[in-house]
């Protein structure tokens, strides 16, 4: 436990979370959402301080669509990056939009449980959650012995 408080990272500056709320929007202008109409914008930060965004994209059958977050994801996996520093969602409607279930565990697989998420919309900010709040005892890289990733990315635990 000890261990997961000393890997959190200091706060990310307004600054940076405002230009992923700025990316994120951008690629939410680009959803391909006209089965749900939902359009849903999301922006991840890396270890080496580049912005990858994605926006969901859906398609004829329905459940065979994108999550805005797992298309960030696989820009931030393409470009190189192996961490998740922090994300941001945007979306409409009255409740904020947080991932999915599913989108929870993908980003697990690069994001530390203390990964910071941000949510927003049109307005403006809507939340912060950290991973671990939005998926608690999680099941990550350090559950198997054949990760990939370095022992420093697999904080395991419920640091919230
Ligand atoms: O966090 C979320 C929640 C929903 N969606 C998408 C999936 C689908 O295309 C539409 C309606 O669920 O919104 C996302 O991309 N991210």
């Not at 749900?36 to 859906?58: K, M, P, Q, T």
């Not at 059958?61 to 998740?84: D, F, H, N």
């Not at 979306?91 to 999915?100: F, M, N």
């Not at 939340?127 to 990760?147: I, K, R, V």
């Amino acid at each position: 436990m000890s261990e997961d408080l000393d890997q959190r990272a200091a706060p990310l500056p307004e600054a940076q979370w405002h230009a992923l709320l700025e990316a994120a929007r951008g690629a939410r202008e680009r959803a391909y959402a006209p089965y749900s109409h939902f359009h849903v914008g999301a922006a991840l930060l890396d270890e080496a301080g580049r912005i990858h965004a994605g926006c969901n994209v859906e398609n004829a059958a329905y459940p065979e669509g994108v999550c805005a977050e797992a298309g960030a994801l696989s820009a931030l996996v393409l470009a190189g990056g192996r961490r998740i520093v922090a994300a941001v969602v945007v979306g409409a409607g009255t409740e904020p939009v947080t991932p999915c279930g599913g989108c929870r565990q993908k980003l697990r697989e690069f994001g530390a449980p203390s990964l910071p998420v941000r949510i927003a919309d049109a307005q403006g900010w809507r939340g912060e959650h950290t991973l671990a709040a939005l998926l608690p005892s999680s099941f990550g890289p350090q559950n198997l012995s054949t990760s990939p990733l370095p022992a420093s990315q697999k904080d395991s635990g419920d640091a919230s």
